[in-house]
């Protein structure tokens, strides 16, 4: 069955502007790239979805945070000196974090923001009425934001709307979020910190050498949702040994007692080795490997699965990347293929052994609540 992906043109108008490492120009390189490689026949459909009103983000954010995110991103005079005395400049630190500082562009940043939650919007309801197994969301992923701050490059969460949207509107009770961005996920983990019907699993670098600076292993959620938020931080430079070490000893275990109903799995290609903002060390066929322990976890829930994925700071690698993941998560016979030599520390990951330590001592934070552990 062909997989649905969710794009249109107008999402390279997520765009921070220049000197900013989140430009719009990932949204040009990937959709040429990809059909460049694979043709679309029966392999996969580019559909395109409607930006979302209010009413939907209501669903995630606060409604002043709304308003002063439209505001701020549409009507702000982009480019110039801004005079932080005003009052409206001042919700700036109420609202949006210094990395979310727009530093030129056309004004429809938000717009595009809204376009990527209804992404997610529609990916829920392609899947759920069975019109197609999987749904990839290009561009998804904004994981950081939270429901009245936006950071870490992101404005609306549209992961954390998927989850709740599917809770809503189609009942589901188990939802499986597989966090595979090397940053964590720290809007995600806030929204579903004491819900039981989302189980979290994050996968990042240590918390202690990276933004955000949060996802220990001790922080397992609270009230009804303690034990459901898993976090695993890995070592820097982990490659794919620690990886694949990980799904196996514990994604995939805690997948199949929770036994979800639909799995939302997003991330891009920053763990790659190559990438300015991070230091781990996947390279491209890791990331295919991701894809493939995904889409047979998805086996138990009839092969349900949202993907999402926008990050990745090396434009060289990132069309790779991207597509080993897809490719992994569709079974597509796309060979992957490196595009920077792998350097000499990397030909064997180097932090194997410190991710086994790391494995150890989440499971037994985890143990307590998961027989499989």
């Known amino acids: ?120 919007k529609l990916a829920a309801d392609l899947v759920c009425s069975g019109k197609f197994e999987k749904a990839v969301s290009i561009g998804g992923g904004m994981h950081h934001a939270r429901k009245n701050y936006g950071e870490g490059f992101c404005l609306y969460n549209d992961i954390a709307f998927i989850a709740k949207y599917l809770i809503e509107n189609y009942g589901l009770e188990r939802i499986l979020i597989l966090d595979t961005d090397a940053h964590a996920g720290n809007g995600t983990s806030e929204y579903f910190d004491a819900d039981s019907k989302v189980l979290f699993i994050d996968m990042h670098q240590d918390p202690r050498t990276v933004y955000p600076g949060t996802g220990f292993a001790q922080d397992m959620g609270s009230g009804e949702g303690t034990g459901f938020t898993i976090n695993i931080p890995l070592p820097t430079d982990a490659g794919y040994d620690s990886y694949q070490l990980v799904f196996e000893q514990i994604i995939e275990p805690l997948a199949e007692e929770f036994k979800p109903q639909l799995i939302i799995r997003y991330g891009g290609s920053d763990p790659h080795f190559g990438d300015p903002l991070t230091s781990l ?93």
């Open 1 to 120: 069955m062909a997989i649905a992906i969710l794009y249109r043109e107008e999402l390279k108008e997520y765009d921070f502007g220049l000197g900013h490492p989140f430009r719009g120009g990932r949204y040009d390189i990937f959709p040429p790239f990809l059909r460049k490689n694979l043709s679309e026949d029966d392999n996969y459909r580019i559909i395109k979805a409607e930006p979302v009103g209010d009413e939907d983000l209501l669903r995630i954010c606060q409604k002043d945070y709304i308003n002063f995110t439209r505001k701020y991103y549409r009507t702000a005079n982009l480019g110039v000196d801004w005079d932080y005395s005003s009052s409206f400049y001042k919700n700036i630190r109420k609202h949006q974090s210094l990395d979310n500082r727009a530093n030129s562009g056309s004004g429809k940043l938000e717009e595009a923001a809204r376009l990527i939650v209804g992404q997610g």
């Open 281 to 373: 060390g996947l390279p491209v066929r890791g990331f295919r490997m991701i894809g493939e322990k995904v889409r047979k976890m998805a086996e138990s829930c009839q092969g349900k699965l949202i993907d999402a994925i926008g990050s990745g700071y090396n434009q060289d690698v990132l069309p790779y990347a991207w597509l080993a993941l897809i490719s992994g998560l569709a079974d597509f016979p796309v060979k992957p293929i490196e595009p920077v030599s792998i350097p000499q520390r990397f030909q064997e990951d180097p932090s194997l052994e410190e991710t086994k330590k790391v494995v150890i001592q989440v499971k037994n934070y985890a143990k307590h609540y998961w027989q499989y552990l």
